[in-house]
């Protein structure tokens, strides 16, 4: 049986047909569609359409270990360009830390206006370093993530990157205080450096052994 809830994301615009099967509670796997019908204009100005749909698969309750959402698209658009890919996140939690992997395989935007296209995969995994014993106490929370991703594009251009030092991000601080990724582009490589652990918004860029400071927009 499905479960449909209507909600009207703009006024006097169409509205989302949301569907979670099945509609039972607690009981899983359970897919949730959203679907776009003719097409739905949202708050931010753009355009949902094509008979374009959104369908997560979640295998159990997010906060349990093993649990996985996987997302795929179908037939969905936004405004002129063709959106598909497979959208992951698991719970890759342990008994002593907390931990999420998220995951994009084969993730592709296309214009229907010039079909020119631009593809990518990838992989991060957040994991909770500091402080996983205060759990109703997010302030003194610190998060590391590592991963890699690479791309290509109608173009010709391909590029790679992968964080060296792991991104270290801390719940009271805006900006991310540690990391390294390594980019490269065709020939052209790059290390994009966040620093030693400072709250700021201030990094450095280097390209092919050339470095500049850089300011970080929030």
Known sequence: MWETLLFDFNFFLPIILVSVVPNTPHVFPKTITLDFGDGCIGRDGKLRKGKGKIISVYTGPMF????????????????????ERTHSVENTSTSNKKEWTVKVADGKITSTNTGNWKMWSGIKIHTQIYWNGTQYFPLDDVFQITGNANGAASGGNSWSASIGDPLIKKFTCHWIVKCTVRIARNDNKAILDYGDGACDNKAIITINGFSKNITLRW
């Open 64 to 83: 349990i270990p093993g649990s996985k959402i996987s997302t795929t698209f179908a037939d969905y658009f936004v405004n002129s360009f063709k959106v």
